[in-house]
């Protein structure tokens, strides 16, 4: 243990009030479109329902709370992310996949992804109605609806791009041309098409 400034610890007092709209915009759709749904969403029976939320939730900007504004999220700060998981971690098996969407779908591509990553894929991460027109519209129409195939290897481990790209040529289940490669400090990630 170490000792901590008071001024470095933050209370839910200190909460402002545009963090406790945020809060209370959350509450209202958990009160209003999630648990009036709890056993629809458990039952699977419902395929539509979840993406249907997701939707919603995207509308509302939940999908995007601490992503910055410049690729479609609302650039709030990690305490504001905290008091919005919070609130969302009541909601039984939607938390799960909400935890899932905006963690691990969201933040490899904010983290690890090349601009061009990240200006293709995290708008219709964060709100899946988005309108993209044209070309743009097609690509990531495309990307949304592919099963995808990922891992990760630390740098000394041989991941300097061309090792993952023959990975991805070697695996039954990718295929070369279709695989996205990202790297970070010693770590590479790779994202590909699964047939």
Do not use: W
């Not at 601009?115 to 993209?132: D, M």
């Amino acid at each position: 243990m170490r000792e901590t400034p008071a001024q470095d610890i933050f209370i839910p007092e200190e909460f402002s009030e545009e963090q406790k709209m945020m809060a209370q915009a959350c509450q209202d759709f958990i009160d209003t479109e999630i648990n009036p749904n709890v056993e629809a969403i458990d039952s699977m029976k419902h395929p539509e329902l979840v993406p249907a939320l997701f939707k919603k939730a995207g509308d509302l900007g939940l999908l995007g709370i601490a992503v910055p504004e410049e690729y479609g999220g609302l650039g709030m700060s990690f305490n504001t992310s905290m008091l919005i998981a919070d609130i969302i971690g009541a909601s039984g098996s939607f938390s799960t996949t909400y935890g899932a969407h905006t963690g691990i779908g969201t933040l490899p591509i904010l983290y690890y992804g090349t601009e061009e990553q990240k200006q293709t894929y995290l708008i219709p991460l964060l709100n899946p109605t988005a309108r993209v027109e044209g070309e743009e519209a097609h690509k990531r129409a495309a990307y949304q609806v592919l099963p995808l195939v990922s891992r990760m290897i630390l740098e000394e481990d041989g991941c300097d791009g061309t090792e993952l790209a023959a990975a991805g040529e070697n695996n039954e289940n990718s295929n070369k041309n279709e695989c996205n490669i990202m790297t970070k400090s010693k770590l590479c990630y790779q994202v590909c098409e699964k047939h």
